[in-house]
């Protein structure tokens, strides 16, 4: 099992910037992507940003001028820097890892953009 903990969301102004962290644990195996989804009320679960075991990145067209996804191996920690944020930003945002057949998610962290 691997367990995936996340933190950094919070209430943010538009225009401010936001640091998430996913921290995993338990038995990691390699190779897996670690990314980063998020669900806005009313919508579906949605790709925001991947990072594969040996960095390659993926993002979403709206946020890849934006945010900047990267990992710490020796941490097993996936960051997501969330810079210029929008009210469309608002969201839960989930940490995924997968690999192998095998998918994890965590709990959640809210980021809140609003004035």
């Known amino acids: 099992q691997v367990q995936l903990v996340e933190s950094g969301g919070g209430l943010v102004q538009p225009g401010g910037s936001l640091r998430l962290s996913c921290a995993a644990s338990?038995?990691?195996?390699?190779?897996?992507?670690m990314g980063w989804y998020r669900q806005a009320p009313g919508k579906q679960r949605e790709l925001v940003a991947t990072?594969?075991?040996?960095?390659?990145?993926n993002y979403k067209d709206s946020v890849k001028d934006r945010f900047t996804i990267s990992r710490d191996n020796a941490k097993n920690t996936v960051y997501l820097q969330m810079n210029s944020l929008k009210p469309e930003d608002m969201a839960v945002y989930y940490c995924?890892?997968?690999?192998?057949?095998?998918?994890?998610w965590g709990q959640g962290t809210q980021v809140t953009v609003s004035s």
């Open positions: 338990g038995s990691i195996f390699r190779p897996h992507v």
């Open positions: 995924r890892l997968s690999g192998l057949g095998r998918n994890y």
């Open positions: 990072i594969s075991s040996s960095g390659s990145t």
